[in-house]
């Protein structure tokens, strides 16, 4: 029997979407549905980053990944304009996979720059921790879609939950290095659940 897939991330759907943000996904989100890219964000939340990367990455394709709807609705909400519903111009290299990242990578062959993980899930709970997204058998999913000087960006503010990727980057062909970085403040961020000083960053590298 093929083992069943678990999966890493929590609701589907949230509050009620408006009429633009429905016809977005009806009509836009179809789109920007990518093939290839340069840079990777999975789990975008609202799309703050995604955009940003957008912005300081002009020319190249930038693949968000996000399968909660709500967050999928706010950044095509964001990328668009109010009258005309199209894309601007500073967001045209945006594609969004609004679904199971994994997904996405059994049907590409990009090879990435760079691949950014913003506070995932902890998944805090003991009895939840399979759900985890960086596991050891995740990481070394993405190391197959590295570029060879690419680099994996993880950030947490989940102290228990940045040990346990450690733990996991062992049983990998990757390296990890402490970072520091200055990077647009998402509301995840601002949430910071776990009441700690500011989020820990990890690059992990072939």
């Known amino acids: 029997m093929e083992k069943q897939e678990i999966r890493t ?20 989100l179809p789109t920007l549905k990518p093939t290839t890219g340069d840079i990777l964000e999975i789990g975008f939340g609202a799309g703050e980053h ?21 967050g999928v609705a706010s950044l095509l909400s964001a990328i668009t304009d109010e009258k005309s519903n199209q894309v601007l111009d500073e967001y045209t290299g ?24 913003l506070h995932p899930d902890p998944w805090p709970k003991a009895r939840h921790e399979k759900r985890r997204l960086l596991s050891a058998e995740f990481l070394n999913t993405l190391s197959k879609h590295l ?7 993880i950030g947490t503010d989940h102290w228990e939950y940045f040990d346990w990727i450690l733990e ?15 990077i647009i403040q998402t509301r995840y961020q601002h949430k910071n659940k776990a009441g700690t000083e ?9």
């Open 94 to 117: 945006i594609r969004i996979w609004a679904d199971d990242v994994r997904d996405f990578l059994r049907k590409t062959d990009s090879k990435f720059s760079q691949i950014w993980i």
């Open 9 to 28: 991330f929590g609701r589907r759907h949230g509050k009620k979407l408006s009429s633009r943000q429905n016809w977005l996904i009806e009509n836009v």
């Open 50 to 70: 995604v955009r940003d990367l957008a912005r300081t990455n002009p020319g190249k394709i930038i693949i968000g990944a996000e399968p909660f709807m709500n």
């Open 168 to 182: 996991q980057i062992r049983d990998t062909d990757l390296s990890a290095t402490l970072a520091d970085f200055e």
């Open 147 to 153: 570029a060879n000087d690419g680099e994996i960006i």
């Open 198 to 206: 500011s989020p820990k960053y990890l690059i992990l590298r072939h």
